[in-house]
Protein backbone atom coordinates (compact mmCIF):
# COMPACT_ATOMS: atom_id res chain seq x y z
CA UNK A 1 0.00 0.00 0.00
CA UNK A 2 1.43 3.63 -0.87
CA UNK A 3 1.21 6.40 1.26
CA UNK A 4 2.47 10.19 0.57
CA UNK A 5 3.06 11.89 4.18
CA UNK A 6 3.07 15.60 3.72
CA UNK A 7 4.66 18.29 7.00
CA UNK A 8 5.44 21.46 7.17
CA UNK A 9 2.19 23.45 6.98
CA UNK A 10 1.51 25.90 9.09
CA UNK A 11 0.47 29.92 9.40
CA UNK A 12 3.09 32.49 8.37
CA UNK A 13 2.90 36.09 7.77
CA UNK A 14 2.94 37.73 4.61
CA UNK A 15 6.82 37.72 3.35
CA UNK A 16 7.77 35.15 5.11
CA UNK A 17 8.72 31.27 3.89
CA UNK A 18 7.74 27.84 5.01
CA UNK A 19 9.29 24.21 3.47
CA UNK A 20 7.12 21.57 2.73
CA UNK A 21 8.09 17.69 2.42
CA UNK A 22 6.16 15.09 1.70
CA UNK A 23 7.88 11.16 1.45
CA UNK A 24 6.13 8.60 -0.75
CA UNK A 25 6.68 5.15 1.21
CA UNK A 26 5.12 0.92 1.07
CA UNK A 27 5.54 -0.77 -2.25
CA UNK A 28 7.02 1.65 -4.79
CA UNK A 29 8.78 -0.31 -8.07
CA UNK A 30 8.85 3.64 -9.68
CA UNK A 31 7.86 7.05 -9.19
CA UNK A 32 7.34 8.63 -12.66
CA UNK A 33 6.29 12.03 -11.65
CA UNK A 34 5.72 13.66 -7.98
CA UNK A 35 5.11 17.07 -6.70
CA UNK A 36 2.67 19.83 -5.01
CA UNK A 37 -0.83 21.09 -6.03
CA UNK A 38 -2.77 23.56 -4.09
CA UNK A 39 -6.21 24.58 -3.65
CA UNK A 40 -7.99 27.17 -1.74
CA UNK A 41 -11.40 27.43 -0.35
CA UNK A 42 -14.46 27.77 -3.51
CA UNK A 43 -10.85 27.06 -6.15
CA UNK A 44 -9.92 24.26 -8.53
CA UNK A 45 -6.83 22.52 -7.95
CA UNK A 46 -3.95 23.87 -9.46
CA UNK A 47 -0.46 22.72 -10.06
CA UNK A 48 1.86 24.57 -7.55
CA UNK A 49 4.97 22.49 -8.77
CA UNK A 50 6.23 19.14 -10.04
CA UNK A 51 8.89 16.79 -11.30
CA UNK A 52 8.00 15.54 -14.25
CA UNK A 53 8.20 11.60 -15.81
CA UNK A 54 10.80 13.41 -17.68
CA UNK A 55 13.28 14.96 -14.67
CA UNK A 56 12.43 18.37 -15.61
CA UNK A 57 10.08 20.92 -13.29
CA UNK A 58 7.25 22.54 -14.18
CA UNK A 59 5.89 25.41 -11.95
CA UNK A 60 2.73 26.94 -11.90
CA UNK A 61 2.96 30.98 -12.76
CA UNK A 62 2.09 31.97 -9.65
CA UNK A 63 4.68 30.93 -7.99
CA UNK A 64 7.08 30.83 -10.37
CA UNK A 65 10.83 32.88 -8.83
CA UNK A 66 9.40 32.55 -5.32
CA UNK A 67 8.80 28.77 -4.64
CA UNK A 68 11.30 25.79 -5.85
CA UNK A 69 11.03 21.95 -5.84
CA UNK A 70 13.47 19.76 -5.04
CA UNK A 71 13.90 15.96 -4.14
CA UNK A 72 16.11 13.47 -2.52
CA UNK A 73 15.18 10.00 -4.34
CA UNK A 74 16.68 8.05 -2.27
CA UNK A 75 14.02 8.82 0.32
CA UNK A 76 11.57 9.07 -1.80
CA UNK A 77 10.75 12.81 -0.86
CA UNK A 78 10.06 16.02 -2.35
CA UNK A 79 10.33 19.47 -0.86
CA UNK A 80 8.86 22.89 -1.53
CA UNK A 81 10.39 26.27 -0.61
CA UNK A 82 7.84 28.87 -0.60
CA UNK A 83 9.43 31.77 -0.27
CA UNK A 84 7.98 35.57 -0.33
CA UNK A 85 4.47 33.74 0.33
CA UNK A 86 1.36 36.08 -0.01
CA UNK A 87 -1.92 35.85 0.84
CA UNK A 88 -3.19 34.59 -1.65
CA UNK A 89 -0.98 31.05 -1.57
CA UNK A 90 -3.29 30.58 1.10
CA UNK A 91 -4.40 26.77 0.56
CA UNK A 92 -4.39 23.43 1.23
CA UNK A 93 -1.43 21.78 -0.59
CA UNK A 94 -1.68 18.55 -1.67
CA UNK A 95 1.32 15.79 -2.44
CA UNK A 96 1.18 13.90 -5.59
CA UNK A 97 3.22 11.04 -7.05
CA UNK A 98 2.13 8.96 -10.72
CA UNK A 99 4.01 5.66 -9.74
CA UNK A 100 4.09 2.33 -10.80
CA UNK A 101 3.78 -0.34 -7.86
CA UNK A 102 5.26 -3.21 -10.31
CA UNK A 103 7.21 -3.31 -13.19
CA UNK A 104 4.28 -4.87 -15.44
CA UNK A 105 1.71 -1.99 -13.93
CA UNK A 106 -0.04 0.94 -14.91
CA UNK A 107 0.87 3.82 -13.81
CA UNK A 108 -1.25 5.69 -11.06
CA UNK A 109 -1.86 8.91 -9.43
CA UNK A 110 -1.39 8.79 -5.88
CA UNK A 111 -2.44 11.45 -3.76
CA UNK A 112 -1.64 13.03 0.31
CA UNK A 113 -3.77 14.00 2.97
CA UNK A 114 -3.30 17.69 2.66
CA UNK A 115 -1.56 20.48 4.78
CA UNK A 116 -3.00 23.71 5.35
CA UNK A 117 -0.88 26.86 4.47
CA UNK A 118 -2.38 30.11 5.57
CA UNK A 119 -0.42 33.15 4.88
CA UNK A 120 -1.74 36.42 7.09
CA UNK A 121 -1.80 39.81 5.49
Known amino acids: QVQLVESGGGLVQAGGSLRLSCTASGSIFRINAMGWYRQAPGKQRELVAVFTSGGNQNYGSSVKGRFTISRDNAKKTVYLQMDSLKPEDTAVYYC???????????????WGQGTQVTVSS
Open 96 to 110: NANLRVGISTTPQDY
